[in-house]
């Protein structure tokens, strides 16, 4: 066990393997679980990455250049104009200024870019206004123009004109937190259900375990759809975003549930759990107190392999038009964009935003991964 | 067997009762009916209908009854064998589903074939040759299969193909074949045309099934017994081929119920992108244009194929794994 952890903090020269062992020996359980986490150099980058994104969600405005739904039909279809930190030697930040010239056959603007003439940028520029965290008003931005009259496309700009970037930035707060809380809500509902069957046993078990089989023999792709059709067209952004929650997590809570339970039917007829029980305890602390800790690092890793099916399922639900609606923003409406092969061909940078879904999905898996081998005490 | 297979067989009504009203449910809860959406599209293109003429046919069509009216009607019908009719096409529901469901369960069938062929050979080469470069190649190309929508994966091979090539790869036939009757020539197209949409269909499959064939058979290939096979002097092929291979196949095949449904629904959403004569577009069509008795018998078509696809894995399994058959 010693040779595996390696609790690394200050592995000095004169570390003996006993002062390793002591160390290793009060370690609390989350602390050996950070400890084997730690090594997994894939999930260490991974959960960089979503912590960055993470942030991403926090306040897309500062992070955009522009503001998400300004549209400029004269500028549609602006392909990519790539950031470029250093000027000859010295930091001097730019981007390549776009010249468009109508084609005469098809009568369709041409843009490309031209890095010959330079359009400067700077970092934490004034722009368009907005509520830092929803509440302190701001102009601050990550990048923008220095000239404030031009507007600048990172990732280029789609049929109505609208700056990508921008609508990325808020595309990720919303696919992101959908994730996130479809899969708390999952868990809530499996933790809950799930204990009260493995608890207490007997009709109420029979009951549940009835009701997760019947959901998981539903088929789950066309049965989203059909209930995010019956969603009422004038609902606000909102309430759809939460009816769409709802409804992902809906079937998502059985696997949990399933879990939960076998963890309970275990743990019953632990040592440790008669003791709680003599000394006392109500049932609800032997639950939350004793049971739930001794399983929950497991739960949680499989809640965050959850969260990228999650992820994925709102992406195709607000693709087909049946998720999420314009005006709000998330990976699958601004996919939308890219449905038609001619606009693809035209402008393929509309595919950016499912770059980004593989990559969330990505570091999702490997975060969870890592953290589903790190929370299994008997791992090697 | 033959007890355990009729226990499940008995259930199956009871379940498709259960679901036929949670369908009924859902396609019954948008706000107004096929009506009123068929005299907003009316209204958008100019013409228009009369409150009198638009309550003649919710009678007609027996809309304006209460709502366990209506299903109690609905289900007899179906007992009857009866789908309805299509309040859109005003053709019989059956008949519209039965020209797509031979296409929808042809690729299907073709996806799920794909899925196994390269991924129990990629599994056992894997486990087989832990560390190697291509374990390596199979591994990353397994965690980005299972990361990638498989409607992005459509697009982009489409927008590939089209930019690239000049070819359009989407529909199931090529344009001057698809109106014409079944020949031979026929199927050669559908031949040429459906190997793209199954391998896009396929890629998530195949990733999940090949990292889990490659868990179980690592398993297995540290017990003890694999060390008598190879103590005994068979070749390295036998030894891992005739028990440990076997072994590892068992908890895939108590899945195949679960692939079998996702590969039905799964198509739904690549079927719309790449505009493929199959179910999915059929029923998101129905769903958004509230053509409810169509909606409806799709999505109850779909319990039903999930439902027969856990018997049948369940069947299977019994039949592969001893322990379970002499279990009860």
């Known amino acids: 066990m010693t040779a595996v952890l390696q609790p690394g903090a200050t592995p000095g020269p004169d570390t003996h393997a006993a002062a390793v062992e002591d160390r290793v020996s009060v370690a609390s359980n989350w602390t050996l679980v950070w400890w084997r986490f730690r090594k997994h150099k894939l999930a260490m980058i991974s959960l960089g990455l979503l912590l960055a994104l993470y942030t991403l969600v926090l306040c897309p405005d500062f992070f955009s250049t522009q503001h998400p739904e300004t549209t400029e039909a004269r500028q549609a279809f602006i392909p990519v104009q790539g950031l470029h930190i250093f000027d000859g030697w010295s930091i001097d930040p730019w981007v390549p200024a776009i010249v468009g010239k109508r084609n005469a056959e098809t009568l369709r603007m041409e843009w490309r870019t031209d890095a010959e003439k330079k359009v400067r940028v700077g970092f934490f520029m004034p722009g368009p206004a907005y509520k830092f965290l929803g509440l302190i008003p701001s102009t601050l931005h990550l990048i923008g123009p220095r000239d404030a009259s031009q507007r600048i496309f990172l990732l280029g700009s789609d049929r109505l004109g609208r700056d990508q970037w921008s609508r990325i930035m808020h595309g990720t707060q919303t696919s992101m937190t959908i994730g996130l809380v479809a899969v708390t809500l999952s868990v809530i509902l499996g933790i809950v259900l799930g204990g009260i069957s493995g608890y207490f046993g007997g009709w109420i078990d029979q009951f549940i375990q009835r009701l997760i089989e019947l959901l998981q023999s539903v088929p789950t792709i066309p049965v989203w759809l059909a209930l995010s059709a019956a969603l009422p067209r004038d609902w606000t952004p909102i309430q759809v975003f939460f009816a769409i929650t709802v409804i992902l997590s809906l079937i998502g809570w059985t696997t949990l549930a399933r879990e939960v339970r076998g963890h309970f039917l275990a743990l019953r007829e632990e040592d440790f759990v008669l003791a709680a029980e003599l000394a006392g305890c109500s049932r609800a602390r032997i639950i939350m107190r004793h049971m739930v800790p001794t399983f929950l690092s497991h739960i949680i890793a499989t809640s965050s392999l959850a969260i990228p099916a999650m992820i994925i399922n709102e992406t195709s639900l607000s693709f087909l038009g049946l998720g999420i609606r314009p005006p709000a923003i998330s990976w699958g409406v601004l996919l939308q964009e890219a449905q038609n092969i001619q606009t693809l061909a035209l402008a393929p940078w509309l595919l950016i935003p499912g770059l980004l879904v593989i990559v969330a999905v990505l570091a999702f898996n490997l975060v969870g991964d890592g953290l589903r081998d790190a929370s299994d005490p008997y791992s090697k | ?328």
């Open chain 2, 1 to 328: 067997m033959a007890r355990f297979i009729l226990h499940r067989l008995m259930l199956l009504p009871v379940l498709m009762l259960i679901f036929s009203v949670m369908i009924f449910a859902i396609i019954q809860a948008p706000p107004g009916d096929f009506l009123t959406s068929y005299a907003a599209t009316l209204a958008s293109s100019g013409s228009s209908v009369s409150m009198e003429q638009l309550d003649a046919l919710r009678q007609q069509y027996g809309l304006d009854q209460p709502i366990p009216v209506q299903y109690y009607r609905w289900v007899m019908n179906l007992l009857r064998g009866d789908l309805g009719l299509s309040l859109e096409y005003q053709r019989p529901n059956i008949d519209l589903i039965s020209e797509q469901l031979g296409l929808t369960l042809a690729l299907a069938v073709f996806s799920f074939v794909l899925t196994w062929a390269i991924a129990i050979p990629a599994g056992i080469y894997s486990a087989t040759h832990q560390r190697s470069w291509l374990d390596y190649v199979l591994t990353v190309f397994n965690y980005v299969g299972v990361a990638t929508p498989n409607f992005m994966l459509a697009l982009v091979l489409m927008w590939v193909a089209f930019s690239y090539f000049g070819i359009g790869v989407t529909g199931l036939f090529s344009a001057d074949m698809a109106h014409l009757p079944w020949s031979f020539a026929k199927f050669v197209d559908l031949l040429k045309h459906i190997w793209l949409p199954s391998f896009v269909l396929a890629i998530a499959g195949t990733a999940r099934l090949t990292r889990v064939m490659r868990a179980n058979l690592l398993d297995e290939l540290n017990k003890p017994y694999v060390t008598t096979a190879r103590a005994k002097g068979l070749s390295e092929w036998q030894v891992v081929l005739r028990y440990p291979a076997r072994l590892a196949f068992n908890p895939l095949v108590s899945t195949i119920g679960w692939y079998l449904p996702q590969l039905f629904s799964g198509s739904l959403i690549v079927a719309t992108v790449m505009n493929l004569p199959n179910i999915g577009p059929l029923l998101l069509r129905a769903l958004v244009n509230q053509d409810m008795y169509l909606a409806g018998a799709i999505l109850l078509i779909y319990c039903f194929l999930t439902i027969l696809g856990t018997l049948l894995s369940d069947i299977l399994l019994a039949l592969l794994d001893p322990r379970i058959r002499m279990g009860n």
